[in-house]
Each structure stands twice: as C-alpha cells, then as structure tokens.
C-alpha cells in the first residue's frame, strides 16, 4: 500500500478541505446536476439531530481520541431545576427563557464544535455498546485502519474517499438508521443511493490495490431496542451501482465543459411519470365471483 495514496493519518479537518470530487457529493448527480452543482455551491444543509447522532456515533466507535476535538455535549438544560418559567413555575420543557439563553451561551463557548444534547450522547454509547457486544462485528472493527483516506480518478476527475473501516480485503461503513430491518433498511439504502457511494469507494481501492473488495455494512438503531446487523452488499449490486457511477461523472464533465445544469428532467420539455410495479395492479387481481355470488343472493 502507498502511503502516499492512501492513508489513515489525515484528520478530518484536513480531509474537507482536499479539493476532489467525493461520493457524498457525487451522489446528488443522481437527482440532477442542477442539485449537483448547488451542493458544490452552497455544501451540505445544516446538520439534522439525527445527522449530529449519526457522525457522533461514528467519532466515538471509530475515532474516540477524536470525538472531543469535533464534538461537546450539552447538558439537559430543559431538566435543570433552574428551568423555570417567567412566573417561577418549574418546567421541562425547551420554551423556556432560560432554556434559551443556557443554549445560547452553551454554543457561544463551543463555537467550532458539533453539539449533541447529553441523552443524545448516551444513546450513542449505547449503540456503540451493543456493536462492541457482537464478536464479528468488534472483530471487524478491532482488525481495520479506521477512517481511511483513499485517492484516485474516475473518467479523468480527481477524486477521493473516507473509508470507516478498510482492512486486507473488506471494505466496511457503519449505518445509523432508524431500522435495521431487512425490508425497511433495503429501502432507506436504495432511498440513498448508499450502493452508489460504496461502489465510489470500491473502485478507488481498486486503483490503488488491486482485485475486488467485499463490501459489508454495519447497521445501527441509536433508539428503540438499539438493533444491529452486519450486512455483505452483493457485488452485482456494487456493479449496477458503478454504471450509475460512471454516468453521473460523465454527466457532471458536460455540464463543466458547457456550463448548463438541467434539473431532473435532463434539459427536456417533459419527462414520463415512473410509476412503481405496485401501484400498477390489474384489475385481474380482484376476485369478481365473489362479487356476483353476493349479488345474485341479493337477488334473491
């Protein structure tokens, strides 16, 4: 491995500042490229608190030392006994003007920092409890670079990568979800086009090391019975993914060259509805005897 192509040293601070193309950018192509070039215009939306939970769980699983560098916790002001309303009345709530001015002044003296509330954090650990509980996947952890940062190019674009988790032969990401469930996460990981960015990564570790890596996902609940699983992504799911890959990029090198940014339908004057297998029922699929039994015993 070169260390002069991928390395596991480059903070985070670091990385963002490397100018190439990235899959989490990238993936935007796959609404439009007008959607693509406002996320390289204007960056990411603000942090949901799910968002914050998510990256918080990522620090203390795969980067501990870190976590205090990028993060602070906040205390529950909303369930201080100093949390009173205008009248002195007691209350929990975050309405409060007390409240407020404690958040204030909290983020005031943590201005560079992701803040993450301290039930929040709790349930963070706990989620990273239960990935330690499970002998694979800690396995998986204990035996990988964490936090890898891989270089390469795609159709000619510079581009690069931040791995969760890269050892010998797997490549590995660690999912916080609200379901891991097979059926509902199958969709919030086709909903995200998460193939797309895993299957960014796996060409670039292919660059630079050869043959074909497995692909696996640690999945994670932060709430409810804090659930996890460790799913393999297929290859040919990978491979379907890569076309989609390739498309975008060479779309997104037209759109440099003529400097036009169509949104979702393509610069055209119209686009055909997509509608879904399911909603295309037949009427085939109604039982019509028992509607005629029961009007002829009306009949009747």
Not at 112 to 122: D, L
Not at 179 to 195: C, D, E, M, P, T
Not at 214 to 240: C, H, M, R, S, Y
């Amino acid at each position: 491995m070169s260390t002069e192509v991928i390395t596991d040293k480059i903070p985070w601070d670091e990385y963002v500042t490397i100018k190439r193309m990235n899959p989490s950018t990238l993936v935007a192509g796959c609404k439009s490229m007008l959607s693509l070039r406002n996320l390289i215009r204007e960056g990411f939306r603000e942090e949901t608190n799910a968002m914050r939970m998510g990256s918080g769980a990522h620090a203390l699983l795969l980067e501990p030392q870190e976590f205090c560098n990028r993060f602070c916790v906040m205390p529950d002001f909303h369930l201080s006994p100093d949390n009173v309303t205008g009248k002195g009345v007691p209350s929990q709530t975050r309405t409060t003007d007390w409240y407020k001015k404690e958040v204030a002044l909290f983020a005031q003296e943590n201005p560079y920092k992701t803040i993450i509330g301290q039930t929040q954090y709790n349930q963070c650990l706990r989620a990273i409890e239960s990935i330690w509980a499970r002998p694979k996947m800690a396995e998986l952890v204990q035996s990988s670079g964490k936090e890898v940062t891989v270089y390469g190019e795609i159709c000619g674009v510079e581009c690069k990568g931040r791995l969760d988790l890269l050892n010998m032969d797997t490549i590995a990401d660690l999912k916080t979800t609200p379901n891991v469930h097979k059926k509902a996460f199958g969709r919030i990981f086709s909903n995200l086009n998460y193939a797309f960015k895993l299957a960014f990564y796996r060409e670039l570790l292919r660059q630079n090391w050869g043959g074909v890596f497995e692909v696996k996902l640690i999945t994670q609940e932060l709430t409810g019975d804090f659930d996890n699983a460790l799913v393999p992504v297929p290859a040919i799911v990978l491979d379907n993914a890569w076309d989609k890959v390739v498309e975008v990029m060479q779309a997104y090198k037209r759109c440099l060259e003529t400097n036009t940014w169509p949104g979702v339908d393509g610069g055209k004057d119209h686009y055909e509805l997509d509608i879904p297998n399911w909603a295309m029922e037949g009427d085939e699929e109604f039982d019509w005897s028992s509607t005629a039994e029961a009007t002829e015993v009306g009949e009747l």
